[in-house]
Nanobody
Framework: QVQLVESRGGLVQAGGSLRLSCAAS????????MGWYRQAPGKERELVAG?????RTNYADSVKGRFTISRDKNTVYLQMDSLRPEDTAVYYC??????????????WGQGTLVTVSS
């Protein structure tokens, strides 16, 4: 089994910053891509940022220049700066894991709520 455990989100004022982390553990042989998604009330889940095992990153247009994804082995981070009320959502991390049982799985974190007040 593989688990992703996210740090707690929180309430932050517009213009503020917050850093999320997500640590993978369990029967991991290797992890390729990791990423962060979010889902706002009444909306579909959307990709926020992704990072490959080689460190290549991609971002949603709405967060470019404000959010930074990084990675240290099996932990992925999301540094969120200049937060806006429209960034309010439940944030989920995910990872593409090759397990020690030679199986590829896509794993999700439990989700963490980030609320940005105006």
């Amino acid at each position: 089994q593989v688990q992703l455990v996210e740090s707690r989100g929180g309430l932050v004022q517009a213009g503020g910053s917050l850093r999320l982390s997500c640590a993978a553990s369990g029967s991991i042989f290797s992890i390729s891509d990791m990423g962060w998604y979010r889902q706002a009330p009444g909306k579909e889940r959307e990709l926020v940022a992704g990072i490959t095992s080689g460190g290549r990153t991609n971002y949603a247009d709405s967060v470019k220049g404000r959010f930074t994804i990084s990675r240290d082995k099996n932990t992925v981070y999301l540094q969120m700066d200049s937060l806006r009320p429209e960034d309010t959502a439940v944030y989920y991390c995910n990872a593409f894991v090759y397990t020690t049982m030679a199986v590829n799985v896509k794993v999700w974190g439990q989700g963490t709520l980030v609320t940005v007040s105006s």
